[in-house]
């Protein structure tokens, strides 16, 4: 079974800044797949920033200029660094895994963003 486990999270105010952090429980290689989900309450999830195996990156159009995706293989860890955020990022922030055809979700981590 592949955990994910996501760490991070917090209150922040506008215009501030925060580094997500997701540890997998197997090892992170070139055929695996990840990704950074968000979910706002009422609101469906969403993707925010997504990196392919060979390091491709993939951006949500409402967060592109505030975000960077990145994986650190050795670590098994996929990061997120948030900056400008604004109220409207508020949400739980979810990892995804693929691979093999299958996926793999965290937990959540909170994003809290005050005016």
């Known amino acids: 079974q592949v955990q994910l486990v996501e760490s991070g999270g917090g209150l922040v105010q506008a215009g501030g800044s925060l580094r997500l952090s997701c540890a997998a429980s197997i090892r992170i290689t070139s055929m695996t797949y990840m990704a950074w989900h968000r979910q706002a309450p009422g609101k469906q999830r969403e993707l925010v920033a997504s990196i392919t195996g060979s390091g491709r990156t993939n951006y949500a159009d409402s967060m592109k200029d505030r975000v960077t995706i990145s994986r650190e293989n050795d670590k098994n860890t996929v990061n997120l660094e948030m900056t400008g955020l604004k109220p409207e990022d508020t949400a739980i922030y979810y990892c995804?895994?693929?691979?093999?055809?299958?996926?793999?979700w965290g937990q959540g981590t909170q994003v809290t963003v005050s005016p």
């Open positions: 995804c895994l693929s691979i093999y055809g299958r996926q793999y």
